[in-house]
């Protein structure tokens, strides 16, 4: 078993039920008669969880997520201090093996470093996911441009270590995403002869009740032939997390709620149904492919057959794609190089700063 209270709302997750109740007095009738069976104990307010620092603003609503004390330990790792230099962006170039470039030069560990980057893009710092993902695939060999590369995100980190997730939950109860591809974005004329030069980038974020709680920044493991193909298989990948997730709140919503209201008796409801998940994509011809009654056309084929597993979540309303223009896709953030400005309006929709 386990509870919070939180704002004079109180929540018990037992026996895969989950209790809730608002009132003060229901809340005091609830925690005595669960002391009779459980061994409470009163924690006080929660301000850090693994790492990270929790701060809660009542006047706007809002919970922040930050972790400044591992941004120190990475700054310090990499031998970055307060009076160097900033950037406004965590990546300006795309990495590549460079197994002729020149060797590193300074003797931190690669390894770790990126571990910790890695924590932090999942947890707080989603801004900086593609950067680290492309320093990441490099550590068994890192060269200079790996680490020069990681040396940016550590300067970005710099002028931004006191900012992380700020949520805003709306009451909609929604699970949505934004999806995105970037065809071949990885091609450079001097590496047309590796396989990863001619990948393209899925990114996507998934929001419950208007709030990151997953995302992604990975290049396709299939080389895509269009644009269209490589939208496709972004969509693909992002709706193998969102499926499951909605699998979960569904259950949640539909037959594991029980509301303590202003009596002692517990009375048990049936939630309202999990909303429709609204998939914001920017791509016309994915959108026409991705709802279409038979995807298995002659030049489509070839992809249908693996990717199209989410054709009954939108014949059943589950699932609904909408077209969002490409500036509003916050999933672009994922995919690819961005000048500060377009940069900036992205994370400052996806994470509020």
């Known amino acids: 078993m386990s509870f ?52 809660k603003d009542a006047v706007t609503k809002t919970i922040t997520l930050t972790q400044p004390s591992l941004i120190q330990q990475i700054l310090q790792d990499v031998g970055i201090r307060g009076q160097s230099n900033g950037k406004d962006t965590p990546v300006d170039s795309i990495l590549y093996d460079d197994l002729d470039g020149l060797d590193r030069s300074d003797s931190w560990n690669y390894w770790s470093v990126i571990g910790k980057l890695n924590y932090l893009a999942n947890n707080t710092h989603p801004d900086i996911s593609m950067a680290v993902h492309q320093c990441a695939r490099y550590s068994s060999n890192p060269k200079a441009t790996h680490e020069l590369a990681v040396k940016r995100i550590s300067r970005y980190l710099l002028v931004t270590q006191t900012k992380g997730i700020v949520m805003h939950p709306t009451a909609d109860m929604s699970l949505n995403m934004f999806v995105d591809a970037d065809f071949a ?145 916050l999933a672009d953030i994922f995919t690819k190089l961005l000048g500060h400005l377009k940069f900036q309006d992205l994370r400052c929709l996806l994470i509020g700063w």
């Open 185 to 329: 974005g990885c091609w450079h004329k001097e590496y047309t002869e590796l396989r990863d030069s001619v990948l393209s980038r899925t990114g996507y974020v998934i929001q419950f009740c208007g709030c990151p709680v997953t995302w992604a920044s990975k290049p396709q493991s299939k080389i895509a032939l269009s644009t269209t193909e490589s939208e496709y298989i972004a969509l693909s990948t992002a709706t193998r997390d969102l499926i499951p997730l909605r699998r979960i709140l569904s259950d949640i919503h539909e037959s594991k709620f029980i509301s303590v209201m202003v009596t002692s008796k517990p009375d048990s409801v049936k939630s309202p149904t999990l909303p429709p998940s609204k998939i914001f994509e920017d791509n016309n011809a994915c959108i026409v492919l991705a709802t279409m009654e038979t995807q298995f056309k002659p030049r489509t084929k070839h992809i249908s057959l693996k990717f199209h597993h989410f054709q009954d979540q939108i014949c059943n309303g589950l699932l609904e794609i909408i077209k969002v223009g490409t500036n509003e896709n």
């Open 4 to 55: 919070f209270l939180d704002d004079s709302i109180l929540v018990v997750y037992v026996d895969d039920c989950l209790i809730f109740a608002q009132h003060d007095d229901t809340i005091n009738v609830l925690i005595k008669a669960l002391s009779a069976d459980f061994l409470l104990q009163d924690e006080g307010d929660v301000n850090a969880f693994l790492g990270a620092q929790i701060r």
